[in-house]
């Protein structure tokens, strides 16, 4: 392991922790894409030959050059270089490539990452059954081991995301390998068999640096002792790491999951598709949620995953938000109910609160509940800093953004939420940082997209507004704020007959749809014809849209902030605190 550290214009290049950092703050790379900078940066001043590359980023391995030059872009993207520019990585036609920036070499010093809790890293089980569809009853198990670990005493031992994880699904590298990768001390590996209608279970415990196997143990049981072995599982673990454990937590775990087979399988499928976050997934889990609600009426988890998507929907999907907010408040009521003391719980509480009752002060609340209960849920304290950038708290948004990332750095949506907790702030160029990120980590990321756009917007790069719109549309589902930000920006650049064209697009597709007012509203601003945005405004009160929300925020909204009816309707929005 090569413990130099390189610096280089605002970066820093810990080789022995595999990290990249930009002024102190961690830049999520792929393990390919890091292997191929830090051969370059080892190799600087020298020209690397394409072939000598593909070897020692993919040693024994048959590969396209294409999936190198795909490498090589993301971090062009990370170093924010423009075609033809070249003052990290250098071209070198037909032959490879350069890293022509200064270095300088330093110590594994004080600079380094700061070390951490002992770190468990629970890889993706695997389905080793003759069916298939089993995978996604392996994948929720992973997800609920991770789950079940965070809880057990998250002061010293810190469990990495799935996010993080699922990347080494069927890996062939060795433990040593992805714990080198991954910064994790222990890792729990892990495997699923379904013969007839019973699961063999199987678990073993590494430690990373020198590969052996400090615990391991079997399970031959009906699906309905999932909860037993996922009980069992974590209390192991937790002593072989000389934890204690106490019978409080114990107790604790065990309510996290039904006792009944059917419903806990059930909302496995229901995650399964919510983690897609899409229209249509979001729509199947719903079913698969409501499905294991109706089999179990105490389960808690099942409660959250549905109100969460009942939540969500208006945002991510532009559902009638009188619609879903009902349905919302039920789901959230019954998970309360059922287990108000979950993480989980209490974020989905904090998010109906937010997005839909409007109320703040709960929901800054709810999120601090639910970060006291787990520390390690990224979810909680992404909400909690976009609840404290609506309240004009911005330097703590900002930390609560960050901790996020820390805790779930291949998750595109903690950077582009970062980029709009920036963007409250008018942090326009961090903000356009934080959505490269995004869509570094998921080139179809549209949130992302569609926050590098809004940067462009008010940085007055109107033509890469617009690119990163186009990219936007191809993978947010026809999402109205992606045409919104379209026709506001071409009213803006003086192109007001296309976005008329764009208004009228929107008012066809409210023929089949629902279309949430405030988009209108924005194209009007974008047109100056302020009393028709303030028509759209008044609908979009109406309607309860919960775009509303960013009244309070942005920028393009500043000159109605001295009018007597902006202030009013802040008023009756609740948004007075903001």
Request: aromatic share 8%.
């Amino acid at each position: 392991m090569d413990p130099i550290t390189y610096e280089f214009g605002e970066f820093r290049l810990e080789a022995g922790k595999r990290a990249l950092l930009r002024d102190g703050e961690i830049v999520p790379l792929t393990p390919k894409v890091f292997d191929t900078l830090l051969h370059l940066v080892q190799r600087r001043g020298e020209v690397v030959k394409k072939e000598e590359l593909m070897q020692t980023v993919w040693p024994n391995s048959h590969v396209e050059e294409n999936n190198l030059n795909q490498n090589i872009s993301v971090l062009r993207r990370v170093f924010n270089e423009r075609q033809g520019e070249h003052r990290y990585i250098l071209t070198v036609p037909g032959t490879g490539y350069q890293f022509v920036a200064s270095v300088e070499v330093v110590g594994d010093g004080a600079r380094s990452v700061a070390e951490q809790a002992t770190t468990l890293a629970v890889l993706p089980f695997e389905n080793l059954s003759a069916d298939p569809a089993r995978g996604y009853l392996a994948d929720g198990l992973t997800e609920e081991t991770i789950a079940a670990l965070g809880q057990i005493d998250p002061a010293n031992i810190s469990v990495i995301s799935r996010m993080s994880v699922v990347r080494y699904k069927q890996t062939v590298k060795s433990a040593a390998e992805v714990g080198r990768e991954l910064g994790a001390a222990y890792l729990v590996q892990g495997s699923l068999r379904a013969e007839g209608g019973r699961l063999r279970i199987t678990a073993a415990l590494i430690r990373a640096s020198d590969q052996v196997q400090v615990w391991t143990a079997s399970y031959d049981s009906e699906p309905i002792s999932m909860l037993v072995f996922q009980r069992e599982l974590s209390g192991a673990i937790a002593e072989q790491i000389r934890l204690r454990l106490s019978p409080e937590r114990l107790t604790a775990l065990a309510r996290r999951q039904t006792r009944n087979a059917e419903a806990y399988d059930l909302y496995l499928q229901g995650r399964h598709y919510w983690n897609q976050l899409s229209p249509l997934t979001t729509r199947r889990a719903t079913e698969f949620y409501a499905r294991a609600t109706k089999v179990d009426p105490n389960y808690a988890l099942a409660w959250s995953g549905l109100a969460d998507a009942a939540t969500a929907s208006p945002i991510t999907a532009d559902a009638p938000p009188l619609e879903a907010w009902p349905h919302a408040k039920e789901a959230v009521a019954h998970a309360l109910a059922a287990e108000p003391n979950l993480a989980e719980v209490q974020t989905s509480l904090g998010f109906l609160k937010f997005w839909l009752d409007w109320d703040w002060v709960a929901t800054e609340a709810a999120h601090r509940k639910a970060i006291e209960l787990d520390r390690t849920y990224p979810l909680a304290h992404r909400m909690l800093g976009m609840v404290l950038s609506h309240l004009g708290r911005h330097d703590e948004a900002l930390k609560s953004l960050r901790r996020a990332r820390e805790l779930d750095p291949l998750v595109a949506a903690n950077h582009a939420l970062s980029a709009q907790v920036a963007f409250a702030a008018r942090d326009y160029g961090a903000a356009m940082e934080f959505a490269r990120h995004a869509v570094v980590v998921d080139a179809r990321a549209w949130i992302g997209h569609l926050q590098l756009a809004q940067a462009h917007v008010e940085l007055n790069n109107p033509e890469e507004a617009l690119w990163a719109l186009d990219e936007a549309g191809r993978t947010s589902g026809g999402n109205s704020k992606v045409q919104a930000l379209r026709g506001y920006l071409l009213a803006r650049v003086g192109r007001a007959e296309e976005a008329r064209q764009v208004l009228e697009g929107l008012q066809t597709i409210s023929r089949e749809r629902y279309v949430p007012a405030y988009a209108r509203a924005l194209i009007y601003l974008g047109l100056r014809e302020n009393e028709r945005a303030w028509e759209w405004l008044e609908r979009a009160y109406e309607e309860h849209d919960v775009h509303l929300l960013f009244l309070t925020v942005d920028p393009k909204w500043d000159g109605f902030r001295s009018e007597r009816r902006f202030a009013e309707l802040m008023r009756r929005c609740n948004f007075t605190a903001a």
